[in-house]
């Protein structure tokens, strides 16, 4: 298949409006915040992407229909591009308030342009390592601006482009270009503005949560956003470290949420029908791991540490699993074994359909049916007839052979991608960290995470920090798009 690049390019300068509408959007956070310094950044931004957007928009307006090919061009260079947008204003406003007192360390960090792209990457993909050493001591402005990229990113640029700005056929090959299957209506264009509906309810809810558990209302704010984007930035030093128990248990609630299926939640909330989080075997297996996993981790620091650390074993597995990246201690302190366990619980990811990152849990589900598949298979007598059955659907034996492959294919090219990057950061790998260090950090970095044993930070190489920016791209789009982009020279230019 050929692909036609003025379809790429047309689509190409709508996702690029979305920056400029976010920068837009932060203003008012600019006057109310009495920071005047921020406002050019952000408006610099605002102008920029839309204008280039609106350039590439037009110049291709009439180019057709984009076809699943061209989609996935499309959110591969989104994503690529629409950080180095979102990385301006760190720079900015770090060059701004040099040399006064609002110019800390923490935001001087961001002089080294490097350090701006890292963060905004780990923003707009969820990630959620960042390059500053005390949150506490951003600006509002940026601060907003780190929970804000996590909140847009965590349910999908083209998402939000194809709710505001998208009209016409072929919507949907956008749509699923971005690593998203799950459809609540027919219409695309319905289900992207359920999709936002649902999640601005439950961001709300969120965020009032947080404030009931004893946050202020600016904490339980950021924290409310980024929590249930599966993101992991906070604005606190020690992220949730030195919060009360019952803050930790609704940070914990906020988490699991946001590793739901954005499907089952509007059931849930919709018709009121609580069986949504267990109807389907991707969320009964998510509760099960949610439990299993939190008792082995605890069992685990029990073992290590002579105390189980119930609640912070079951906040860090929720962490890891629903890819929120919250940290409630310093994994530093934990043994190999429960870093392990982590990393573990970081490529599995939440389910697919919600904001989580990793290989997703429809597939481990999927895998997991396979290989009894095969083993029923292996046994069966020669005369006796076996149907594949998945979440109470008879599929054909052809049908099902290849939709495992096709999962097998997406997991090990996500896990071959990991084993890669960990061989290449081995080599900036600071003094003091181990392997297992490493992995977790490499996980985290794939699966969009956001926890962290100390490796990530302004001391490391700017080679690292690219390699990393590069890993958190592949994580988010999940492989596909990216070889698609890469192949783009090969394939050519389609005629029209």
Not at 58 to 63: D, E, L, P, V
Not at 254 to 267: E, I, K, P, R
Not at 343 to 349: E, K, P, V
Request: proline share 4%.
């Amino acid at each position: 298949m050929l692909l036609n690049l003025r379809l790429v390019l047309r689509d190409l300068g709508l996702a690029l409006h979305v920056p400029g509408l976010m920068a837009l959007a932060t203003l008012p956070v600019c006057l109310l915040s009495g920071e005047r310094s921020a406002l050019e950044p952000f408006l610099f931004v605002s102008v920029l992407s839309l204008v280039l957007g609106q350039g590439l928009f037009r110049s291709f307006k009439g180019a057709g229909d984009s076809r699943l090919g061209e989609g996935m061009v499309v959110a591969a260079l989104a994503w690529f591009l629409i950080p180095w947008l979102g990385a301006i204003p760190f720079w900015s406003l770090a060059q701004a308030l040099q040399g006064t007192e609002a110019g800390t360390p923490t935001v001087l960090a961001f002089l080294d342009p490097w350090n701006a792209i890292f963060e905004s990457y780990s923003g707009f993909t969820g990630t959620g390592l960042t390059m500053a050493a005390r949150p506490s001591e951003l600006p509002a402005s940026l601060q907003w601006w780190r929970s804000f990229t996590e909140w847009i990113g965590g349910v999908g640029v083209i998402v939000l482009m194809l709710s505001i700005l998208r009209p016409g056929k072929g919507t949907f090959r956008l749509y699923f270009s971005e690593a998203r299957e799950e459809k609540i209506f027919p219409s695309v264009r319905a289900t992207v503005r359920t999709i936002w509906w649902i999640f601005l309810l439950y961001s709300a809810g969120a965020v009032l949560l947080l404030k009931a558990a004893g946050l202020d209302w600016w904490t339980a704010l950021n924290h409310g956003m980024t929590g249930l984007a599966t993101g992991g930035f906070g604005i606190t030093d020690d992220s949730f470290a030195g919060e009360s128990p019952s803050v930790k248990i609704a940070a914990i609630v906020t988490m699991v949420l946001g590793a739901v299926s954005f499907a089952n939640l509007f059931d849930l909330t919709r018709h009121g029908n609580l069986k949504a989080l267990v109807r389907d075997a991707q969320h009964r297996l998510l509760w099960i791991l949610l439990l299993g996993g939190s008792l082995v981790l605890g069992l685990e620091n029990l073992w290590h540490h002579g105390e189980g650390q119930w609640l912070d074993s079951a906040f860090q597995w929720s962490s890891a699993l629903s890819t929120a990246g919250f940290q409630s201690v310093d994994l530093e302190t934990w043994s190999a074994t429960g870093k392990l366990l982590l990393s573990f619980a970081m490529i599995l990811g939440g389910a697919a359909g919600s904001t989580a990152g990793g290989l997703k849990l429809i597939r481990v589900a999927w895998l997991k049916a396979g290989i009894l598949w095969k083993f029923r298979k292996a046994a069966k007598s020669p005369h006796e007839i076996l149907h594949f059955e998945f979440d109470g659907e008879r599929i054909p034996e052809d049908e099902a052979d290849q939709r495992l492959g096709s999962m097998s294919v997406m997991v090990i090219a996500g896990i071959g991608v990991l084993w890669l990057s960990i061989m290449v950061m081995e080599h900036f790998l600071p003094k003091g960290f181990d392997l297992a260090d490493l992995i977790l950090e490499m996980a985290s970095t794939q699966g969009n995470v956001g926890l962290s044993t100390g490796i990530t930070g302004p001391h490391l190489a700017w080679q690292a920090k690219a390699v990393m920016c590069l890993v958190m791209w592949v994580g988010r789009l999940e492989v596909l798009p990216v070889l698609m982009l890469f192949a783009l020279p090969m394939l050519g230019r389609r005629k029209t």
